[in-house]
Each structure stands twice: as structure tokens, then as C-alpha cells.
């Protein structure tokens, strides 16, 4: 309870005990000192409504008195306290006792609240020192009026909604809006904003809180925290009870914690939004939505709306988040590094010769590689791209010598991190002899390559040399090749493998196998690699088969085999979005089956598949029709 307050109002009492206006608009006599307060107006001739009161002493001029009570008999507000304050206009009518004027604001120039609305609301109390204004009055017929502000400048709440609801507490100090009044019929306003540490406002620890816990940023993830109350949760969310202005929800399996009440998002603060907990309960909940509203963790998950612990500084060269990756080879890092890692490649320098000379001294820093520890390259570094001779693929070796302590690492995309191809961080001196690094890549025709020689720290930053060969395939040796999907030995196109030792998917589906009723042998390992199922055979050999139901009916297919094999069916060869069935359900040596229901005279294609590359091998596939009914 306010004190000064209190106070302030047992001085007004005294106030209109020493002089009020009679029923005919006459001056009271003034207070101690003060000048008199005006006489309220009575509503008839016969009207009975009391004037505010006079002004409170010693000296200043006392405030104006309330005006008179509304026919027959509303009381007018007391006077404002010392020296000007306003008193509380009179209550509304028509016929009932007129609500009581709100009390005069408190010293010095508090206006006092607004009467009562018709018949008997009571008028909002005066405002608390200095300068508060009082709550307004309470709608009709009984609401109460919003309570005075709290020192020194907050607002008083506004009346609550008809019929009785009341009107919102005033603003904690210093300056606190008190809440609205509460919706129709009886919702009770919101309490006046609090200070931090007061419940459901910002916090880091218990201590911090007037109220029982806080649901900490760093143990929650909770934005800047929230003060909360421990409850009893009931089945379902109910509002009231041990939560003020909140509901009470089962946060801790049993243990529950009271969050607060909204009608919006806007209702709440930063890092939360207003959503239905359930019987159309509507709280705040955590629903952060940038990095900026998790001060403490550093990271925003949107996907949960919760904060969590991020890579927060990006060139301290130490893992903040404690995941292995740190600076820029930390994806919490991608916002500030991406700019650096743009504009390092939009500069980088096509190899033109097998031998590189560079300085990393000049270089930027925004990028890093992954083979040491998860992170290389935490210094300056320079980016070449590789572009093979036109027409050609094949592979690329690149070999780095440095006397100081460089990483050598390539990329598919130069500015994405995740494209990662190879990497190269040795880190080991022997005898004074420069160190040496070594990557390793398959290059396709036409295919930009950006190759990055990165120092580990800055103080490693200094002179290399790159020597750089390439090696390209040769399609038709009969040996596929890491850059050739194919080689049979030829360069002859039609045949299934191109000219380019590339699959011809046509002429594969044209010659897929006829499959018979009865058993079907094969092998894998001898097969393609260009199809997948939706359960099986991503990059792994299959062999392809082709079966035309004689009539409708149900076809059942059994494969057996020692090594981990799988059946997926389509009615269009070369569309993975045809697929009918897929089936890989067993592991070595048991058998796989599909049943699917067929329509007569429409060919579907069967392709036995293969787990993975090291399980292809020989199988048996037993085909079964059963004619429709």
C-alpha cells in the first residue's frame, strides 16, 4: 500500500470536514490558509448535491471543489490537495445515491478522478504525488474507478466496462501506466506496469525477482528472462487463482508457472507474442524473432521461438556456444562474416599457370575451412579459381607450401561454408622444412572451383606457393572414372553411355529387362546407377526390369538375396514421380516383398536396388500374378 497516499487522503478528509458549498452553489469556507472551494452545482432546486471541498492547507490556494452531485443526491468530488489540485467531478445520475466524486490529487497538482458513472459508480481516486492524474470513473452502473497513479507521475487506470468491471490499478512507480479497465461485464483492468523485477518482467536470476522464480534466458530460454510464480496446473488453463493477471501452466511435468494474460501480441513484451494456451486462454509465450532479443544466449531459434546459446563474438577465436565450431566457420557467424566471404570472392583470381606465389599479409578474413578441429583458418587469406580446359574433366591435385602455418581448402559455391569439398590442415613442422598441405578433387567440364589458402591465425599470415596439376579422365578406357557416370569402353553414343561416358536414361528404360512369371535372376553390382527409389539406391547399383500385367489383378514380388536389396515399381521408367511402391523393409539375407494392385496391359518398370554401393551382388526376384475376380 502507498503511504503517502493514505496519507494524502486523511489530509483531504480533514479538508472537507473544515468547509463545503451548500446546495445552492455558495462558497465553502476555505481550509486552513487556503481559499474556499467552489460550490457544487445541485442538478434542481431542490437538488442536495455537496460541493467539493475547500483547498488543503497552509498557504497555497486551494484547489477548485469537485462540481455538485447530479439529481437527486450524487456527492461532489473532495478538494484538491495543497496547493492547486483539482477535486473529482460529481456522480452521474439518474435517481440513485450519485457516486462519490473521485478524491483530490495529491500534493501538488494531482487532478482528482472523474465521479462515478450512472447510478453508483464511484469515482477513481485522486492521484498520488505530485503530479498523478486519478483514475476515471467507472462506467455504468457500478464499475469502480481506476485507482490514483503511483508516485510521481503515473496515470490511474481507466474505469472498467460495464456492468461492474473494475477499473485498472495505477501505474507502478515512477511513471507506470495503469492497466485499461476490463472488458464486459466483469473483467477486472490490468495491473499498472512494475518495476523490473516484479512479476513478468525481465530478469537473470530468482534473486532478481519480488516474485518466486525466473525463467531465465540462460537456463530457459526464455527473452531477458520472465519473474514467474510457481503454481498448481489444473487440467486446463484457468486465469486467476494464484497467477495476478496471469494463467498458470504446466511448464515443469507438474510444476506449474504462471504467464501472463493478453488480447494481443502487442500486449506483450519484446521476444513474446500473445497465442491460445488452451479453452481459448490467450498468454504471452516466448516467440523471439531476432538474434537482438536474446541479450544473454546470443542466437534466436525461430523455428521455437526461444533463445539459445550462439557463437556471439565472431573474431575472438574461441567457440562461445561450445559446438565445435567457432568464428566464421560457425554458422551463428553467417550474418557477419557473409559480407566479408562475398566480397573476398567477388575479388578472387583465375589460376592461369602450375605454380602460385602469394602473401596472405593482404588478404581478408572471412573465411574459414573445417579440417582441423572442425576449424582452420581463423587468419587472412587469398581465393583462386580452377576452371578445367574446355571439354575436359578430370582431377586436381593442389599442394601448398608455407613456412608459416596455412591451410588449403576448396569449395563448390566460394562463399559457402557448407560446400565444402576438401581440406587440408597438417599443421606439422620437421627440420625447418616449409610446410606442406595437400587437397585432392574430381573437377567436371565447365565446372569454377575456388581454392582457399587461409593463415591460422593472423600471426601466421605471410608468403606460399601453390603448385597446381590436373590430371583429365579419359572416357572409353573402360575404367569409370570419380568424374564419369559411365565408361563401357567406347565412345560411341546409343548404347547407354554416351560419348561423354555419360547414362543415356532412354536407352536404359528401353532396355530393361522382361521380367516372366516365376524366378528372375540378377546382380546388382553389374547394373547402373542412375535410379532411386523413395526408400532405397541413392547413388548405389540396380538393375532394371519390366513386367505387363496380362489382366487386372494383384502382383506379388519376392526378392531374395545375400545382400541388402530393395524393390521400387513405377509406371514411367525415368519419373521418380511415378513410383507405386517401394519396399526395403529387411536387412541381409531376408527376403523383400510387394503386393500391389495392377491394371491389365499397362507395363510397369521393376528396379531392384541396392542399400548401399558395398551391397550390390546377385538375387533372385520371384514374380506372382492372381487375375482379378
Do not use: K
Not at 553414343?493 to 521380367?515: K, W
Amino acid at each position: 500500500m502507498n503511504v503517502r497516499l493514505v496519507a494524502g487522503l486523511f489530509v483531504l478528509a480533514l479538508s472537507a470536514a473544515a468547509g463545503c458549498g451548500d446546495d445552492d452553489g455558495q462558497g465553502g469556507a476555505g481550509g486552513n490558509g487556503g481559499s474556499g472551494g467552489a460550490g457544487g452545482a445541485g442538478a434542481t432546486s431542490t437538488g442536495t448535491g455537496t460541493g467539493g471541498s475547500g483547498g488543503a492547507e497552509p498557504t497555497g490556494t486551494g484547489g477548485s471543489g469537485g462540481s455538485g452531485g447530479a439529481e437527486p443526491t450524487g456527492t461532489g468530488g473532495s478538494g484538491g490537495a495543497e496547493p492547486t489540485g483539482t477535486g473529482g467531478s460529481g456522480g452521474a445520475e439518474p435517481t440513485g445515491t450519485g457516486g462519490a466524486g473521485g478524491a483530490g490529487g495529491a500534493e501538488p497538482t494531482g487532478t482528482g478522478g472523474s465521479g462515478g458513472a450512472e447510478p453508483t459508480g464511484a469515482g477513481g481516486s485522486g492521484g498520488a504525488e505530485p503530479t498523478g492524474t486519478g483514475g476515471s470513473g467507472g462506467a455504468e452502473p457500478t464499475g469502480a474507478g481506476g485507482s490514483g497513479g503511483a508516485e510521481p507521475t503515473g496515470a490511474g487506470g481507466s474505469g472498467g466496462a460495464e456492468p461492474t468491471g473494475a477499473g485498472g490499478s495505477g501505474g507502478a512507480e515512477p511513471t507506470g501506466a495503469g492497466g485499461s479497465g476490463g472488458a464486459e461485464p466483469t473483467g477486472a483492468g490490468g495491473g499498472g506496469g512494475g518495476p523490473t523485477g516484479s512479476l513478468y518482467e525481465a530478469c537473470a536470476t530468482d534473486d532478481a525477482c519480488t516474485e518466486d522464480i525466473c525463467l531465465s534466458e540462460g537456463e530457459l530460454g526464455y527473452p531477458s528472462g520472465l519473474c514467474s510464480d510457481l503454481c498448481e496446473p489444473g487440467e486446463e488453463p484457468v486465469p486467476g487463482g494464484e497467477c495476478d493477471g496471469g494463467v498458470c501452466l504446466d511448464l515443469f511435468e507438474g510444476v506449474g508457472a504462471c504467464l501472463p494474460l493478453c488480447s494481443a501480441s502487442s500486449d506483450c513484451r519484446d521476444g513474446y507474442a500473445c497465442e491460445d494456451v488452451g479453452g481459448g486462454i490467450q498468454a504471452c509465450v516466448p516467440r523471439c524473432t531476432s538474434n537482438a532479443q536474446c541479450p544473454s544466449l546470443g542466437v534466436c531459434d525461430t523455428l521455437s521461438g526461444v533463445c539459445v546459446r550462439g557463437e556471439t563474438d565472431c573474431a575472438n577465436d574461441e567457440d562461445d556456444d561450445e559446438d565445435g565450431s567457432y568464428d566464421c566457420a560457425d554458422t551463428d557467424c553467417a550474418a557477419t562474416c557473409a559480407p566479408i566471404a562475398e566480397a573476398a570472392c567477388a575479388s578472387a583470381t583465375p589460376i592461369v599457370s602450375t605454380t602460385i606465389h602469394g602473401d596472405t599479409s593482404g588478404g581478408t578474413s572471412g573465411l574459414e575451412g573445417t579440417c582441423f578441429l572442425g576449424n582452420t583458418g581463423h587468419g587472412p587469406e587469398e581465393i583462386h579459381l580452377f576452371t578445367p580446359p574446355a571439354g575436359q574433366s578430370g582431377t586436381l591435385v593442389v599442394e601448398l607450401e608455407s613456412p608459416t602455418d596455412h591451410s588449403v581448402y576448396a569449395r563448390s559455391s566460394c562463399a559457402d561454408m557448407l560446400s565444402e569439398i576438401d581440406c587440408s590442415d597438417a599443421g606439422v613442422f620437421e627440420d625447418g622444412l616449409p610446410e606442406e598441405e595437400r587437397i585432392e578433387l574430381h573437377v567436371r567440364d565447365g565446372q569454377t572451383v575456388p581454392i582457399v589458402v587461409d593463415s591460422y591465425v593472423p600471426e601466421e599470415a605471410g608468403p606460399y606457393t601453390l603448385n597446381v596439376s590436373f590430371t583429365p579422365t579419359v572416357c572409353g578406357d573402360g575404367t569409370v572414372s570419380p568424374t564419369e557416370e559411365c565408361d563401357d569402353g567406347n565412345t560411341t553414343s546409343g548404347d547407354g553411355c554416351s560419348a561423354l561416358c555419360a547414362y543415356e536414361i532412354e536407352v536404359l528404360c528401353e532396355d530393361a529387362v522382361e521380367l516372366v512369371i516365376g524366378e528372375n535372376t540378377g546382380n546388382t553390382a553389374t547394373g547402373t546407377s542412375v535410379f532411386e527409389g523413395s526408400c532405397l539406391g541413392w547413388d548405389a547399383p540396380e538393375t532394371i526390369g519390366r513386367f505387363t500385367p496380362p489382366s487386372d489383378g494383384t502382383l506379388t514380388l519376392t526378392l531374395s538375396a545375400e545382400a541388402d536389396l530393395g524393390i521400387h515399381v513405377r509406371e514411367s521408367c525415368a519419373d521418380f514421380g511415378s513410383e507405386l511402391a517401394c519396399v526395403d523393409q529387411e536387412g541381409r539375407g531376408d527376403d523383400e516383398t510387394l503386393v500391389i494392385d495392377v491394371t491389365g496391359g499397362e507395363p510397369l518398370f521393376v528396379i531392384v536396388d541396392t542399400y548401399r554401393p558395398l551391397d550390390s551382388g546377385p538375387y533372385t526376384l520371384t514374380v506372382a500374378f492372381t487375375p482379378a475376380p
